[in-house]
């Protein structure tokens, strides 16, 4: 399972009313395989769902990275946290 580490979070525009903090994923082939079985078996309605919902589509199918060596990043503001 992937570890939450510090150093994997970034802090975009620290300080500023627009902050954000940056995640790195990179796409997992056995989660990715797994996924799509899942879509099969209901009928294309947890694509539905992954649709509705991009983080659960990323957290699904990809593994925590650095943002360096990251091929997906996922985008939270800060704003409601603090």
Avoid: H
């Avoid at 796409?27 to 078996?41: N, S």
Wanted: charged share 25%.
């Amino acid at each position: 399972f992937c570890s939450m580490e510090k150093e994997d979070l970034k802090i975009v525009n620290k300080g500023e009313e627009e902050e954000m903090e940056l995640q790195g994923y990179r796409l997992c082939r056995w989660r990715l395989a797994l996924v799509g079985l899942g879509v099969l078996c209901t009928g294309g309605f947890l694509l539905l769902v992954l649709y509705w919902m991009p983080e659960w589509c990323v957290k699904s199918t990809c593994t925590r990275t650095t943002a360096r060596e990251a091929k997906v990043v996922l985008l939270r503001s800060t704003v409601g946290s603090k």
